[in-house]
């Protein structure tokens, strides 16, 4: 499956943008998928995950309340709909796949290319 990761930009504190994740190739509609972000000089990280058909999602801590996961399958396309955006969540993020919903980096072997959100203070 390929991944193209897009909606990244510059935000206020505050504000919010929507990613989304289109996927091309195998049945997206098999596939659980997760969103991580890396901030320079960090070390990739969970944000979010969902599972094939939508109905289980999981989020990291410092996201919960604030973020949301969910996808289409009609369309091919996860997303991460981000609220109550702070300079912390500044990061490239990358929307990934997997057969299993799983909140490590390690579990996914498909990857989109990522996307950047800078959220100013």
């Known amino acids: 499956v390929q991944l193209q990761a897009s909606g990244g930009g510059l935000v206020q504190a505050g504000g919010s943008l929507r990613l989304s994740c289109a996927a091309s190739g195998r049945t997206f509609s098999s596939y659980a998928m997760g969103w991580f972000r890396q901030a320079p000089g960090k070390e990739r990280e969970f944000v979010a995950a969902?599972?094939?058909?939508?109905?289980?999602?999981y989020y990291a801590d410092s996201v919960k309340g604030r973020f949301t996961i969910s996808r289409d399958n009609a369309k091919n396309t996860v997303y991460l709909q981000m609220n109550s955006l702070k300079p912390e969540d500044t990061a490239v993020y990358y929307c990934?796949?997997?057969?299993?919903?799983?909140?490590?980096?390690?579990?996914?072997?498909?990857w989109g290319q990522g996307t950047l959100v800078t959220v100013s203070s």
């Open positions: 969902i599972n094939w058909s939508g109905g289980s999602t």
């Open positions: 990934a796949a997997e057969y299993q919903a799983r909140t490590v980096v390690a579990g996914y072997d498909y």
